[in-house]
């Protein structure tokens, strides 16, 4: 299997600054015949389900703030928030799809200092 | 508007069957390829996907639940349901339905509120 993990698992940070997550996958997610990177980022809030961020690593779904992006491929994968906002503050999961089964990491808590 | 709703006893007994169903509305199961799946998330944990299906009705599980998990799809109903065999306190989760992303088989793009559902006596 294929485990997931994220760093830090607290990010306590002010609000205007920049927001790096970290994820590592124990295998390479990446697919060569596609040239595509099988890694997803999701935002979820207290009480809510999850909202999809980013797919293929760094493809930013549709109405997604453009402050969010997905960067890295093979194993090393970065979600960015180049500005934090109130509304930013969640859990964060990245997930890998290349092979079931399909895992999340542990989440990264994000807060406001 | 795409909607994705979870229905089912929110208390299941041990050694029972969890029985789930996901209605879609806004939009047809059936249009366009995509998968449907189902995750859970225990209690102040993180997140587990359990199973897909595609429109066509072909599945993709979690082996570690493969024994104990049936994905079935009722097109003319546009809904899609769950089925978890003897379970036990640690099936106890919130339970999500989900719409893939594009052409993903586990990728959750729209998701239901989610339901809580207990293993107890």
């Known amino acids: 299997d294929i485990v997931m993990t994220q760093s830090p698992d607290s990010l306590p940070l002010s609000l205007g600054e920049r927001a790096t997550i970290n994820c590592e996958s124990s295998q390479s997610v990446f697919y060569t015949s596609n040239n595509k990177n099988y890694l997803a980022w999701y935002q979820q809030k207290p009480g809510q389900p999850p909202r999809l961020l980013i797919y293929?690593?760094?493809t930013r779904e549709s109405g997604v703030p453009d402050r969010f992006s997905g960067s890295g491929s093979g194993t090393h994968f970065t979600l960015t928030i180049s500005s934090l906002q109130a509304e930013d503050v969640a859990v964060y999961y990245c997930?890998?799809?290349?092979?079931?089964?399909?895992?999340f990491g542990q989440g990264t808590k994000l807060e406001i200092k | 508007q795409l909607q994705l709703q979870e229905s089912g006893p929110g208390l299941v007994r041990p050694s029972e069957t969890l029985s789930l169903t996901c209605t879609v509305s806004g939009g047809s199961i059936s249009s366009g390829s995509y998968y449907w799946g189902w995750f859970r998330q225990p209690p102040g944990k993180g997140l587990e996907w359990i199973g897909s299906i595609y429109y066509s009705g072909t599945t993709d599980y979690n082996p570690s639940l493969k024994s104990r998990v049936t994905i079935s799809v009722d097109k003319s109903k546009s809904q899609f349901s769950l089925k978890l065999t003897s379970v036990s306190a640690a099936d106890t989760a919130v339970f999500y339905c989900?719409?893939?992303?594009?052409?993903?088989?586990?990728?959750?793009?729209?998701w239901g509120q989610g339901t809580l559902v207990t293993v107890s006596s």
């Open positions: 997930q890998q799809y290349y092979t079931p089964p399909y895992s």
């Open positions: 293929w690593a760094s």
């Open positions: 989900a719409k893939g992303a594009g052409t993903t088989v586990a990728v959750g793009a729209h």
